[in-house]
């Protein structure tokens, strides 16, 4: 991976209308973009089209969630290739979201991670406790672990993996840096004990959990962490805008 920080705008169940998709992105769109920052957007399903078509080449497209099966008889489920066939880059998987509320299982994300692969698309993996005082160590080595289990060295230089404490979305609480500094370096030394130490020193982690244009340059400044996720605030356009800016003058 090369030193570009990456900024992911997780839409989440957001926005209601087309018109305020087009907003969002074109009012991005109208920025200077900086070119040693990867933008991504990840929106509903419904509006990737609309967003691909409106979002120039600087923006990438991501999907939030894609289904573990490849194709056939499993209703309402997208697949990873027909976003990949949308021009989606990159797809979350096992956001907390998803983990917690709509029961995905680490086996369905095991499942998904492997789906991603096999496309082409480039996953973000998001892993985090539940709890600030949950034990750390124990929950991402299980949460990592699982989520690789059959994954070759092959894939794993496409993988990007996002520290979301669970405790911290959408909750205005934020991690300190220096413990999403530590966390990504564990995720990391994870990563090295299954893998060796070259794939994880190249591994893209990102910080998630309320990035504001406030505290996103404590995050982004930070040497060890890649970006930043943002999920509330990448709806509002003028503070999104300012983390974009944080992360063009943190990267290299
Ligand atoms: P938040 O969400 O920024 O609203 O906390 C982050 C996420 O869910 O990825």
């Not at 289904?67 to 880059?89: K, Q």
């Not at 299982?105 to 973000?124: Q, S, Y």
């Not at 995720?187 to 504001?212: C, F, Q, T």
Request: proline content about 4%; overall charge neutral; glycine content about 8%.
């Amino acid at each position: 991976m090369n030193n570009k920080k990456i900024i992911m705008a997780n839409w989440k169940m957001n926005p209601s209308s087309q018109e305020e998709v087009l907003r969002l992105t074109k009012g991005v769109l109208a920025q200077r973009l900086p070119k040693n920052v990867e933008l991504i957007i990840a929106p509903p399903f419904v509006y990737l089209d609309l967003v691909k078509r409106n979002c120039g080449r600087e923006i990438k497209l991501a999907a939030q969630n894609i289904s573990w099966a490849e194709r056939g008889a499993y209703t309402g489920e997208i697949s990873s290739l027909m976003v990949r066939n949308l021009g989606c880059d990159y797809v979350i998987i096992g956001h907390s979201e998803r983990r917690h509320k709509m029961g995905e299982t680490d086996e369905m994300i095991n499942l998904k991670l492997k789906a991603a692969f096999k496309v082409g698309l480039i996953p973000v993996l998001a892993v985090g406790e539940k709890e600030s005082n949950d034990d750390i160590i124990k929950v991402l080595t299980q949460q990592v672990k699982s989520a690789l289990e059959g994954i070759g060295t092959s894939e794993i230089g496409r993988l990007i993996i996002a520290y979301e404490p669970v405790w911290a979305i959408g909750t205005r609480l934020t991690d300190t840096p220096d413990h999403a500094l530590s966390t990504a370096l564990l995720i990391r030394k994870i990563v090295s004990n299954l893998y060796g130490p070259e794939w994880a020193s190249d591994l893209p982690v990102l910080y998630g959990g309320s990035v504001s244009e406030e505290n996103a340059v404590d995050f982004i400044a930070q040497n060890g962490i890649n970006g930043a996720l943002v999920g509330n605030v990448s709806l509002e356009l003028e503070k999104f805008i300012k983390i974009i800016k944080a992360a063009e003058i943190n990267a290299q």
